[in-house]
């Protein structure tokens, strides 16, 4: 039958879901006869114990598994086990052939006959109250044999399978490969799984011979005693047994013992769950020894069925080292039995730092991977999962905080609020989120945090919700601020605060190379839109607009000689050169346009692996210069290039302020070797120096006596040449 498989093939099968198939059959059949005995009441007769037995014989390479479900009569074993097409046999073997997907075996349909890929030969044992015991062999050739069992009823009820295996699957005779494997794929079988397993102890034994030797020597010795302790004196003799260590040997026994002891608590009733075993459970399924920072037990209604507990795990544990690659840690179930224990499908990438589980009824047990992902039930269970993980954050982000107004943005200024101890640990994946789930773009919006120039005070949030800053926004403010940089201590110090500061405008620090995408993905925030103080076209709304307007004018008219000399200068460098009134102490600032990349953008785009810095400067955003009319230095600026335009004091000046609003506004400065002609320039104006010619260097004069040390070494340089010569 598997002459059409190909050696390669066959090495590259896992039989590890074998044992998972067989122990669903026989979970099924006692699901079975559990349901007859509610309305019959003697179906279960004498052998009222549900369980699954397993036992294996390393001499004879046998695996045996057997249950106490419902059975089957001999037309069930005719029916279900002789039929190969019915089996689905022809199929897998079809898939095989084809070249499918080896990595999951028995889930091609095929059912029992998955076990002709570990055994050569199979006998099959079954007893069902309806008939008598029969005995069903096969090899697997098209062929089998059934009759009735000559050693009568030895089940009392339930099947029996015995599988001889192949010389490539013996590893099913060691304990500890089966143990492990049931305990991976059906731990949360309902129903006790019991393995017959050897164990070893060490006991202290008596040795009778010994202690009969002992008991002569000592009366020996008591008789010698008193013949020659004549004196009277008595000798005290020490008592050697005491130092003596005890005789103990090795006994091997073996007994049954049940090994799925963990139970599947998202079966139950979230109201009879403990928090402790929930915790429990978590550090089950997790493999880590810390408590779940929040977790979610609910169960799905509608067009599919299926019931989940979902875990946010207490660490990141280098989960952004390798987020990419990061699978999310969330095991699939179908009734009870494990189908993959890292599915991805089920939740998007950034949700990978949550743990849990999801057993659904509805997806068929034998399903190859590809099949899996396509299916719809399994689109419609990560969109509903996806749901109550937003569902558990957003409590999270509200629970547990005195203040009210605090529990609503998860912002206490107080102790430290459960919800922040999770946006350290996992706050980039709320982003990514922001960035890659457009559907629930809203939802994540709500869960972001920041710092802000309110954290600076010493009443104000730790972090900063979009909601709470909105909600402290003045009447007359249209918009949210943020300014983005390498840090927070270099945003505090960002020239583009000095006026939002001034007027009490609260202003997002954004310091991580994803928040400005973040932005830009948001757009804005329940109608709020986003406002880049680095960017051109920054306006308050506290101000009178028409007073404004003519102030701007007036400014324009009175600066308009620097302003054409600076567009000239600084042709190839800026586009536009404005009087700007959003600066406070600040000569001036570079920004760019509105929909070109920030200072902050063009630093982190520069410092990925694969950067083309040409590529990048043509990329670069139209940088505009903006000036403060009301700085001294700008005044008298203006007053230079309309008396000396032409002299390179005042082109130097004009170019050392230029530099200064590059760097002190984020960009990098590209023609270092001008740059440092023009500095040395103005240290040497500064300081009068009239050339920039260099001095002559000293002359060194000698005293007599170094001049004769001189000529020595002369002279023996002049022998040594000499030698040379002659050799």
Partial sequence: MYSMLSKAQLCTL??????????????????????????????????KDLEISISFNETLKTLTIRDTGIGMTKADLISNLGTVAKSGTTNFVEALSEGADMSLIGQFGVGFYSVYLVADKVRVVSKNNDDEQYVWESTADSSFAIAKDPRG?????????????????????????????????????????????????????????????????????????????????????????????AKTETITTYDWHRINSNVAIWARDKDEVTEEEYQSFFRAISKSSGDAMSHIHFKAEGEVEFKSILYVSDSADGLYEDYHNRKAGIRLYVRKVLIQDDFEDLLPRYLNFIRGVVDSDDLPLNVSRETLQQHKVLRVMAKKLVRKVLEMLRKLATDDSEDADDAEDGEGAGEEHPYIKFWKEFGRSIKMGVVEDTPNRAKLAKLLRFKSSKTDTEDGPQWVSLDGYVKRMADWQKTIYFVAGESEEQVKKSPFLETALRKGVEVLYLTEPIDEYVMQHLGDFDGTKFQSLTKEGVKFGDEDEDIIKKRTKMYKES??????????????????????????????????????????????????????????????????????????????????VQDSPDDQSTKDLAWLLYDTALVSSGFPQEDLE??????????????????????????????????????????????????????
């Fill in 14 to 47: 896992k039989f590890d879901p074998v044992i998972r198939e067989l122990i669903s059959n026989a979970s099924d059949a006692l699901d079975k006869i559990r349901f007859l005995s509610v309305s019959e009441e003697n179906v279960l007769g004498e052998n």
């Fill in 153 to 245: 009823n030895t089940l009392g009820r339930g099947t029996e399978i015995t599988m001889f295996l192949k010389e490539d699957a013996v590893d099913f005779t060691k304990q500890d490969t089966v143990e492990n494997l049931v305990q991976k794929y059906s731990e949360f079988i309902t129903f006790p799984i019991k393995l017959y397993k050897k164990t070893e102890k060490t006991v202290e034994v008596d040795d009778d011979e010994e202690d009969d030797d002992e008991d002569t020597d000592t009366d020996a010795d008591a008789e010698d005693a008193g013949d020659e302790d004549n004196d009277g004196i008595e000798v005290e003799e020490e008592d050697e047994e005491e130092d003596k260590p």
């Fill in 674 to 727: 001008s740059y440092a002609d023009r500095m040395y320039r103005a240290m040497a104006s500064n300081m009068n120096v009239q050339s920039m010619d260099l001095a002559p260097e000293l002359e060194v004069e000698l005293d007599e006596e170094e001049e004769g040390d001189a000529g020595s070494d002369e002279t023996d340089l002049d022998d040594e040449s000499d030698m040379d010569s002659e050799l």
């Fill in 559 to 640: 600066f308009k000689p620097l302003t054409d000399y600076l567009k000239d200068l600084f042709s190839g460098k800026v586009s536009k050169v404005t009087v700007s009134q959003r600066v406070e102490s600040t000569p001036s600032i570079v920004v760019t346009s509105q929909y070109g990349q920030s200072a902050n953008m063009e630093r982190i785009m520069r410092a990925q692996t694969f950067a083309n810095n040409e590529r990048i400067r043509d990329m670069g955003s139209t940088k505009t210069l903006e000036l403060n009319p009301r700085h001294p230095i700008i005044i008298e600026l203006n007053s230079l």
